[in-house]
């Protein structure tokens, strides 16, 4: 009998004692009992039919008139509103419905508050977000913001959206990411919408080689600089074709002051974004259409993630009825189409961010020197909270050229001379970025998008424009430097006053190609103008590829179709294989190879340079030719130099490979013997046959492109199990279809402009951000195979349309 009792109490403590282990957070770990429990937990997040009702009627606080809302076979929602207020609103309780979780995350990403949710493991990344202004950033952009009537109504309608949806859950209701990281989701405001535009920029214009530079300078001098990092390409086919017409009297650039040679540093900004992000955009105009009218095509490369990036909806109310993809959290459509016009962007990558080198007057770091003063420097206080631990303090130091990204964690090139960079960036000035979409989800005409165009400030980017009147364009738009040449490609003296940006390159005065005698428009993140353009834009954008063959191809084209705009989106062919293979193939004599490695010599002489995903030759020449890029510089410009630097760009070394056979830069002056380029060249060979080899077994069909390049679309916080890997999908870096191995088209869309546009789209994902919901990843295997189905355009939310699945009306309580 006591024996009982004993048993019965031990049991008795251990549940006790194991339920409140499942149901507390422990550290970083959350509470799994909550997350398990079939009453509150992940469970409950599973989609049935009766979580999406075909027809009801909601009633929501703060609408001034009903709202009816059609959602297609895609789940995509068709909002009719009556008024700007309710058109926003509903816009925000949707995207919240579908993407809450999604939204929260990244506007504490970009924060700097993902240790609050995730624990001390991302300390690191918060500091660096605070201290790259990213708040203080978003902060000056909502002002402007809020100063125009129209994108404050947008904005604040928007956030009581979020917050009329947020405040209709309960815990149970909760996404299942919210579960699993035991937090709960807060208030949604304005400032929130602006934060994730500031990420975008970051994303988008967040990477800088100024510092990598300033080593190279230091250690090698001005002519290697020059020769190695050109600020032109040999290779190059810009944006605006060489010899368009200029219509305006530039103001002139600031002087050139004297030289500046920056301390060397070994620390460089960290967390940058991915070097291949970028995009694709081209239309073709009337004389080149089948239609009679121009036809355009956008496909923004970006990291691939589930929630995707994009969240796809059409919005109508009075003088307004708009299709395209939003971010999820900010109000206005990004990209898309209305009755009359079309528009998409890619990015510009003009140098808007520069690092000025800062004197401080002593250890206490309260004043620094500028133009002979002494000036008092702005401390900010960062409190920083961490799951799991006390909050941190952190005191981020400002200068009028911004503020100090590093300071204590710093490696100085000097025990007795540390070095201390302040970031100017064009993110961090005010600007209206919501009015430019606001105007062109309006826009009826070309001189709509021109005045559109004057708002933006960052991330710079290339507009391009088609309409039913027949123009086509393309402006590489932005709040641009006024600088004098290369004034920041290295770091530039935060002392003296000459080293400021002076002032902006007029807004129109941007670059422009309007109505082009080619009868097209393109950008795929090149250079975006000639050397005969006046004012100095950056020294080096994305390689010339992409660019080049959507060029060739447009050019060639007759009586074009969605169709062949979509298949040039898909287009997998390489020119710098093209370009380069045949050059190192002759480079290695076959008698040099092993039976192994001659027939990977044979399979290469067999490869048409298609970068298709059952392709063998694509997975040996990538490897082959990165390594020798590898084994020409490493030594010169690597880590084991000790210094911080980047190696000469990709145009740079085919130019060596090609015709400098006798450069200095070839032997690797790490070994005793002297190297030439085919020691190199069958060196590397050797090495990527024996890297695939060690994968995959000798040559065989495993050594397809998509099995060694393996694009993952992952869950936005990687958690495992929510994603998708190892995609069958060609393309790659230089490739029309830029997928990686984590990035790639992040949202294909074709409009064909006319009486009646038709346009047709997708992403690689689904409008749901439920892993629970069928349409979390529907759109993925259509988006793998290359389909771009038609998009539901409705003029009336009573129109019929056989794709129309629910109904839904909204109305105030």
């Keep these: ?94 995207t919240a419905r579908d993407r809450l979780w999604q939204m929260d995350f990244m506007t504490h990403v970009a924060a700097g508050r993902l240790s609050e949710i995730v624990g001390p493991e991302r300390l690191e990344m918060d500091r660096f977000f605070r201290r790259m202004g990213m708040v203080y950033g978003a902060q000056r952009s909502l002002d402007s913001m809020m100063v125009d009537p129209r994108t404050r109504l947008a904005l604040t309608a928007y956030s009581d959206g979020v917050n009329a949806y947020i405040t209709s859950l309960s815990p149970k209701d909760y996404p299942f990411e919210y579960k699993l990281l035991n937090y709960a989701p807060e208030p949604w405001e304005p400032l929130k919408s602006a934060l994730l535009l500031k990420l975008m920029a970051f994303d988008l214009s967040g990477r800088s080689d100024d510092l990598r530079l300033s080593n190279a300078l230091g250690k090698y001098g001005p002519e290697v600089v020059k020769d190695l990092f050109p600020d032109y390409p040999r290779l190059e086919d810009p944006i605006v074709p060489v010899g368009s017409p200029r219509t305006f009297t530039p103001v002139p650039p600031p002087p050139t002051p004297a030289g500046f040679e920056a301390a060397m540093s070994g620390k460089v900004p960290q967390n940058e974004p991915a070097p291949d992000l970028g995009s694709n955009n081209f239309a073709v105009g009337a004389g080149k259409s089948a239609t009679g009218y121009p036809i355009l095509a956008n496909d ?37 189409f209305n009755q009359d016009v079309a528009w998409g962007v890619t990015n510009t990558g003009a140098d808007v961010m520069d690092w000025y080198q800062i004197k401080f007057k002593d250890a206490t770091k309260r004043e620094y020197q500028y133009a002979g003063r002494w000036l008092p420097v702005r401390r900010v206080v960062e409190r920083l909270k961490i799951k799991g631990q006390p909050d941190r303090l952190d005191t981020v130091l400002y200068t009028r050229h911004g503020p100090i990204v590093y300071d204590h964690d710093e490696k100085p090139f000097s025990p007795q001379t540390p070095v201390h960079h302040a970031l100017r960036w064009t993110a961090h000035d005010g600007a209206n970025e919501v009015l430019t979409f606001y105007l062109l989800n309006r826009a009826h005409a070309y001189p709509d998008y021109l005045a559109a165009l004057t708002h933006y ?73 000639g050397p005969e353009y006046p004012y100095y834009l950056g020294w080096q954008f994305s390689l010339w590829d992409r660019g080049h063959r959507i060029n060739e191809r447009l050019a060639r084209m007759r009586r074009a179709t969605p169709d062949s705009l979509r298949l040039l989106q898909l287009d997998n062919f390489g020119i710098n294989a093209q370009l380069m293979l045949p050059r190192m193939l002759a480079l290695v004599a076959p008698t040099q190879l092993k039976p192994a490695e001659q027939r990977v010599y044979q399979e290469l002489q067999r490869w048409r340079y298609n970068y298709d995903p059952d392709e063998l030759g694509p997975s040996i020449y990538e490897l082959w030719y990165n ?42 002056k790490l070994t005793p013997e002297k190297e030439t380029l085919p020691d190199l060249a069958l060196q590397s060979l050797r090495w990527a046959t024996d890297s695939l080899t060690r994968k995959f077994g000798p040559l065989n069909d495993d050594w397809h492109w998509a099995n060694q390049k393996s694009t993952d679309i992952l869950h936005l916080a990687q958690l495992p199990g929510f994603g998708h890997l190892d995609l069958n999908v060609g393309g790659g870096v230089g490739i029309v279809n830029a997928i990686t191995e984590r990035n790639g088209p992040s949202w294909r869309m074709v409009v064909a402009l006319g009486p009646q546009p038709k346009a047709y789209g997708l992403f690689p994902g689904g409008q749901s951000g439920n892993p629970g919901s069928r349409y979390y990843d529907n759109m993925i295997a259509p988006w793998v195979q290359g389909e771009l189905p038609e998009l539901v355009f409705l003029q009336k939310p009573n129109e019929r349309n056989e794709r129309i699945r629910a109904a839904w009306k909204l109305t105030t309580k």
């Design 300 to 336: 923004p490369h970006l990291q691939l993630n589930l929630p995707s990036i994009w969240y796809q909806m059409q919005l109508s109310a009075p003088g307004l009825n708009v299709y395209g993809v939003s971010i999820p959290g900010a109000p206005t459509l990004i990209i898309g």
């Design 457 to 529: 400030g960052s991330p710079a980017q290339n507009f391009i424009f088609a309409s039913n009147q027949k123009d086509i364009a393309i402006r590489p738009n932005g709040r641009f430097p006024l600088k004098w040449n290369d004034q920041g490609k290295f770091i530039l003296d935060g002392t003296d006053s000459a080293y400021d940006w002076h002032g902006w390159i007029p807004a129109a005065q941007n670059p422009l190609s309007h109505n082009p005698k080619r009868g097209f428009v393109s950008s795929a993140n090149q250079t975006p103008v």
């Design 627 to 668: 390594q020798l890029i590898k084994r020409i510089w490493e030594d010169d410009f690597g880590k084991q130099t000790g210094l911080e630097m980047r190696y000469p760009n990709r145009d740079r070394t085919n130019t060596l490979i090609l015709h400098q056979p006798n450069s200095p830069w070839i032997d690797d």
């Design 1 to 94: 009998m006591v024996f009982r009792w004993i048993k019965f109490a031990v049991a008795f403590v251990l549940t006790v004692a194991l339920t409140w282990v499942l149901h507390t957070s422990h550290g970083t770990v959350p509470p799994f009992g909550k997350f398990l429990s079939p009453y509150v937990g992940f469970w409950r997040d599973g989609e049935t039919a009766a979580d999406f009702p075909k027809r009801q009627e909601l009633a929501l606080p703060a609408l001034q008139q009903p709202v009816q809302v059609r959602f297609d076979d895609q789940r995509v929602a068709h909002v009719f509103a009556q008024n700007d207020h309710d058109l926003y609103y509903t816009q925000g309780y949707l």
